[in-house]
């Protein structure tokens, strides 16, 4: 065994620190994590965490959202220059023009963005729950979705409906093609091909399952299939081959790497248990309560989707959508 793994271990007792990764983690990473999640597993498990410390494996916006939602625990980004080129594909200024040119939009975020953008936003997305979300909403509610306009696209198609998209890209996902797609179904005949809703349109076509990497995971478990076409990021591959040791996973091509994803290693985390390395996550107050207020409305409108699934009506939320409303109004008329 790596003696760095059992370092890890006794530094994580000895602080009382939790390691949260995301599935797009290398596979040795994900090996020492308490919890591998999505964007969404990883916003909910924050909020569950009773440990002082939680140790980030994954990318700043990640770990700024589990900063904002503990803001009572430390959270330490083990790479500090693990950021994510599409959340700086959007500034607030730019965000703050688009909305004046449209007040009565309601902004959808992607989490998958700077703390400064959710705080200007209504309601905070993943990519397993930003379909469902936008269905709660009125049919006339007109919809601003940032910063991922691949994904928002995916919820136009989803629901239907006309959003205005900002036009930012996951550059690991955009290169994701049809060709890619095409070849790898014909070197896999029998394997259901899934794809992850960042990847362009004329991509998802040719795919059975548009899904969320958590969505992959469930769904991979429960199917009685037993080979698939991963097309997203290849860190999900050991989640997968992990999970399902008697199943076939096939990337849809090995050059689809996050390069800021790759960067945790467990030298990285002992560093960061130790004090020695990665990055304490500071979110300013105002911004931090701007932002949780549209991560919160995401948690519970999530919990609404499931209530409204189990009875079969997409169609409301209730007293959620009621006080999301009258926060809008509230913002127009300041
Ligand atoms: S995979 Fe794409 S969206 Fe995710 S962190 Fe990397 S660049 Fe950002």
Partial sequence: MNPLVS?????????NAVILAHTYQPGEVQDVADFVGDSYGLSVEATNVTSD?????GVRFMAETAAILNPAKKVVLVEPDAGCPMADMITVAGLAALKKKHPSH????????????????????????????????????????VPDK???????????????LWNGFCPTHACITSGMVTQAHEEHP?????IHPEAPRESRRFADQVLSTGGMCSFVKNSERDEFIIATEIGILHTLRKQNPAKNFY????????????????????????????????????????AERALRKMLEMSEEKSYSDKAGILGTSGDM????MEDKKKEREL
Avoid: H, W
């Fill in 321 to 324: 959508l009621k006080s999301l």
């Fill in 251 to 290: 990337p849809v091509s090995d050059t689809i790497t996050c390069p800021n994803m790759r960067k945790g290693s467990l030298a990285s985390i002992r560093n960061a248990l130790e004090g020695k390395g990665g990055e304490i996550i500071k979110v300013p107050p105002e911004t931090a309560a701007g």
């Fill in 53 to 57: 410390t939680i140790i980030f494996c």
């Fill in 150 to 164: 691949y994904l928002g696209d995916f919820v136009a198609e989803k629901t239907g409906r006309t959003l205005i």
């Fill in 190 to 194: 029998e394997a259901l091909v899934l």
């Fill in 7 to 15: 370092e890890i271990a006794r530094l994580k007792s000895k602080n």
């Fill in 106 to 145: 309601l902004v959808l975020c992607y989490v998958n963005s700077t703390a400064e953008v959710k705080a200007l936003s209504d309601i905070c997305v993943t990519s397993s729950n930003a379909v469902a979300i936008a269905r709660q909403l009125p049919s006339n509610q007109e919809i601003i979705f």
